[in-house]
Antibody
Framework: QVQLVQSGAEVEKPGASVKVSCKASGYTFSDYHIHWVRQAPGQGLEWIGILKASGDVTFYAQKFQGRVTMTRDTSSSTAYMELSSVTSEDTAVYYC????????????WGQGTLVTVSS | QSALTQPASVSGSPGQSITISCTGTSSDVGAYYFVSWYQQHPGQAPKVVIY???NRPSGISNRFSGSKSGNTASLTISGLQPEDEADYYCCSYTNRYTYVFGSGTKVTVL
């Protein structure tokens, strides 16, 4: 069965970088786009960006451009999202989700990773 | 990119129908038939209930239906059941592989 299993909770200080992983199983990893979405405590969902199935193309929401990097390791079927220069406003649960190319929706989601930014 | 506009809350009694609206612009909801809806129970990851404006994924009850008119998409839940109580988010493709979510709607089953 399809699974996206994310790394554990992180606590970071303001100004640091955080890297979250998302390990895929149950399907051909390189056949699907991977998206990242976050949800601040008590707030709604916010789309961060996409790493396309080709593995070499990314698109990020404007507010994260320059601060986010999405990569993947096909040998381990793992996607990564790194966010730099974090502040308390980056405290949120970060989700990965997959999209079949040209489907334009997210059919499977990871369980979420809580990132807490605190001094 | 501003979030799509949804009502903060909608409620209904068991068996009733409710509709959640999702208002965007001519650059997102109005431009594409790529609106999806996600159900999220507390402490859980979102789950897709509608994609492509009106399509239901396998395993989703036919009590869930979607539509779109102009810049506004809608999700209707008919025959409301206690397990439908959750937060619901719309999402639209915008352009150049970017997406925007709605502000979210809390559905309460009275």
């Amino acid at each position: 069965q399809v699974q996206l299993v994310q790394s554990g909770a992180e606590v970071e200080k303001p100004g640091a970088s955080v890297k979250v992983s998302c390990k895929a199983s149950g399907y051909t990893f390189s056949d699907y786009h991977i998206h990242w979405v976050r949800q601040a405590p008590g707030q709604g969902l916010e789309w961060i960006g996409i790493l396309k199935a080709s593995g070499d193309v990314t698109f990020y929401a404007q507010k994260f451009q320059g601060r986010v990097t999405m990569t993947r390791d096909t040998s381990s079927s793992t996607a990564y999202m790194e966010l730099s220069s974090v502040t308390s406003e980056d405290t949120a649960v970060y989700y990965c989700a997959r999209e079949l190319p040209s489907a334009f929706y997210f059919d499977y989601w990871g369980q979420g990773t809580l990132v807490t930014v605190s001094s | 990119q501003s979030a799509l506009t949804q009502p903060a809350s909608v409620s209904g009694s068991p068996g009733q129908s409710i509709t959640i609206s999702c208002t965007g612009t001519s650059s997102d909801v109005g431009a594409y038939y790529f609106v999806s809806w996600y159900q999220q129970h507390p402490g859980q990851a979102p789950k897709v209930v509608i994609y492509g404006v009106s399509n239901r994924p396998s395993g989703i009850s036919n009590r869930f239906s979607g539509s779109k008119s102009g810049n506004t998409a809608s999700l209707t839940i008919s025959g409301l059941q206690p397990e439908d109580e959750a937060d619901y988010y719309c999402c639209s493709y915008t352009n150049r592989y970017t997406y925007v979510f709605g502000s979210g709607t809390k559905v309460t089953v009275l």
